[in-house]
Every structure is written in structure tokens, then in C-alpha cells.
């Protein structure tokens, strides 16, 4: 076995409550802006929704196996891969997505539907393709990886904030309206510095081991991004929407990935370093991305 999938980060049970109900507390930012509306639009112009749901949870993961087998990383590494490409799309994606002039009202869709789906792909999406990994696959038997209990964990990180978010928001929309955007700076700036700290108290490992680390996301985040945008662009989606589906499966909710390494594996050093280095990854790709769109006309909306 590699040294590096020996490395068991440090973080302790409280730390792990805390980062636990720090990211309950982003998700509850994220869905005060949501509204049944939201997933009514997949009814009512479901193809484009339906090409980025493809994208996120099938030929991501898909794409992801085929690139750890090609590169070959540590098991944990290769794990940590997985597990990010099965996670739904990012927080900041709506946003960047606006900034890059594309289809924004689908983004938030997509970021809303992905999010819910992700009950369900993200463990399913982890334990297949982990499973088919000839290394990666023993570190799941050693935890002893539930998929039904990774579920119910991803139902109280996301799906409960989320359905708590939405109902506040339709309950007290006057109070939303002045307290959405705060909830939102505090709890982005208060996970922020949380990863900040982990990465602190980590440091040597994270020196260590980030080379390998930094190549890696590096194609895996760039095979993210292109994935998207030529799925929509076989699908003959406009030029706003395939930047909204490149954007969306781009930039994924690496936070929900730490938060499964450190319940289900342990901190387990590949997985955590390169889950990491992803969140903060995917926030300089995805301003770079959205800066070059946003000098470029998308044309007409279809």
C-alpha cells in the first residue's frame, strides 16, 4: 500500500460536528432562493435539464473511472476521484454561470435537482465505480462502506436543510428577502475558514503530497468542464446553456465530499488532500472559464 494511503488526517469528533452543521448551514443558505418553480421548470423544458443530470451523475463518474485508470493514482487518490465526480453541483456555480452569460434560471435548476438527486447517485455512483476500481475497491471493503447509510448521511447533510431552506423561504418571505444574502456570505465565509484551518492542521501532509494532488484534479476538473459543455453541445442545447451545463458539472460540492471522507473514511489522507484541493481548484478554473465567457456573446437564448 502507498504511504500516502496510510495518512489519516487530523480532525477530531468535534471538529467533525462542526463541519457537519456548517455545511447544513449552506444548504439552508443556498435553498432560502429556491421554489417549487424551480423543479417545475425540468417539466416544462426538461431537455436541457436532462442532458446536465446526464452529464453530472452518469458520464462524469463514468469519465472519472476511465481517467484514474489511465493516470493511475494511489488507491485513495483514485477513490477521493470518484467520490468527487459523484457529488452534485457546487454552490457557486449559479453565480459563475451568470458571470459567464449563460442560462442562469437553468443553473439554479440544475443546481436544485442535483442536489436532491444526489440522495440517491451519490452513494450509488461512489460504491459502483469504486467498486470496479481494483485497488480502490478494498479501501471500501475495509470501512465496510453502506451505501443505504451514506444515504441516509447525504438525506441530513442535504435533502433536510434543503426542504427546511425552502419551506422558510415560502413561510417568511419578507424576512428572506432582507436575510438571505448574510446567511449566505456568513455560512460561505464560515466553511471557508473551516477548510482553512483543516488545511492548517495538515500542512506537513498536504506539502507532502500535493504535487501528484495538483496534476491530477488539474485534468480531472478540466475533463468536468468539457464533459458538460460537448454533452450539451451534442444535444444541439444554444450556446447559454451548454455554459450553464459545463459550469454546473464543473464545479461540484466538494464540501459534501469531505464530509462523507471524514464519516465514512476516517479522514483518509488521498481521499481528504485531493477533495480539498478540488474546492479550491474549481473556484480559479471556474472564474477563468466564466471571465473568458463573459467577453464572448453567447447569441440568441435559442
Known sequence: MNEMDLVRLNFNPQSLWALNFIIGLVMFGVALDLKVEDFKAVLTSPKPVLIGMLGQFVLLPAFSFLLVLAIRPTPSIALGMMLVAACPGGNISNFLTHYAKGNTALSITMTALSTAVAIFMTPLNLSLWGGLHPQASGILKEVALDPLEMLLAVFLLLGLPMAVGMWTGYRFPNFVARAHKPVKIFSLGVFGLFVIGALAANWRYFLDYVGFVVFAVFLHNGLALLTG??????????????????????????????????????????????????????????????????????????
Open 229 to 302: 459543455y460537448f454533452a450539451a453541445k451534442a444535444a444541439g442545447l444554444p450556446e447559454r446553456d451548454r455554459r450553464a451545463v459545463s459550469i454546473e458539472v464543473g464545479i461540484q460540492n466538494s464540501a459534501l465530499g469531505l464530509i462523507l471522507i471524514f464519516n465514512f473514511f476516517d479522514g483518509l489522507g488521498g481521499m481528504a488532500i485531493v477533495t480539498a484541493w478540488w474546492g479550491i481548484w474549481h473556484i480559479i478554473s471556474g472564474l477563468t472559464v466564466a471571465t473568458f465567457w463573459s467577453r464572448r456573446d453567447p447569441g440568441p437564448a435559442a
